[in-house]
């Protein structure tokens, strides 16, 4: 890897923390039971309003599952179409709501959310109490009253004692209440023990030298991946039209800017534990590692506002074997195993 590229790891570092610096505290990580932060990390970034503790974590985390949030107890919860093995993510091509509605993009992955400053394929949020708070009524996700979810939460012989000790004393339960505690439980979903950690961090036996091979292509300038797929979290944190389609049913952050320059174009996920991640891109068309090489190595598909890195790439079947590899690397086997984070009635 080039001297410069670990510069730019390093700095994401610093760039992640000064952008949520503006609305967010910092959390301590002293004294953190469940808030755990690999030490190349930044530290995890909270809302003055929504400050991290154990209470809030293991309420949200017993909300995330549970199916008393669905009126009708059809949906579980968060875990529905967020699910730990596939990345805090869905297995479709795009999710599936109350009713069985299909939404019409892939789900994004909710793992090391807390250092986007942008959520969604459009980034129409930046807090993760936003989404979580709307899921419960809007009625393709929960499609519930939240009146009757309130007086659900405020009946439970479990809830009353979970809310005061993470809201404090006479604290009522609610639906409000609730997706500040499921935020807090989402922000902890930190994922950074992969192969390719392990590299960066010193062991230079854990990529196997296809792997390093495949690294070094991604970073190179023949291939560009890493103009897009940058830094620690291998995400620019921008948008772009990687020619993924050609017809113009979804036009993207267009939705959200009205500009006409921003149709078709997304936001560029992280590649970490992309392993488990399948399907691929905003709609969920390309079902494998090998159908995304493919996609880019032909350069996409014409749209107007294709990104100009989008190009052929003309590789040789070794190198798209390597970069398969090394994409297999960023998959952090221990966070998507991690019982801190598994349904606590199963767990």
Known sequence: ??????????????????????????????????????????????????????????????????????????????????????????NGPTSIGHNNFSMVRNVMNLTNSAYRPHKFWDGRAKRIESPAYRSFFLTSVFDSDTNVINERLRKSPK???????????GSEPSVYLASLAIATFVRCFISGNSAYDRYINGDTNALSPKAKRGMNLFFSDRLRCSKC????????????????????????????????????????????????????????????????????NRGGRPFINKDTLIRQLNLKENEKTDLIEFLKSLTDWEFLNDDRFKNPQIN
């Open 159 to 169: 809830y009353g004692m979970m809310f005061e000790k993470a809201f404090g004393k």
């Open 229 to 296: 797929h940058r830094g620690l979290f291998f995400t620019d944190s921008s948008y772009h039209n990687t020619g993924v389609t050609t017809h113009y049913f979804d036009f993207g952050l267009y939705y959200i800017t009205g500009n006409y320059k921003d149709k078709g174009k997304f936001l560029t996920p992280s590649l970490r534990n992309c392993e488990v991640s399948a399907p691929y891109m905003h709609n969920g068309e390309l079902e494998t590692l090998r159908d995304v090489i493919e996609h880019y």
């Open 1 to 90: 890897m080039k001297t410069l590229d670990i510069i730019v790891i390093l700095l994401t570092v610093f760039i992640f923390v000064g952008c949520e610096g503006d609305n967010e505290t910092v959390a301590s990580h002293q004294n953190r039971r469940y808030l755990k932060v690999p030490a190349h990390f930044p530290p995890v970034p909270f809302p003055p309003d929504n400050q991290y503790s154990d209470a809030k974590f293991e309420l949200g985390r017993a909300l995330f599952y549970d199916r008393d949030m669905s009126e009708d107890r059809t949906i579980a919860s968060c875990s529905h179409c967020m699910i730990q093995r596939y990345n805090f993510g869905g």
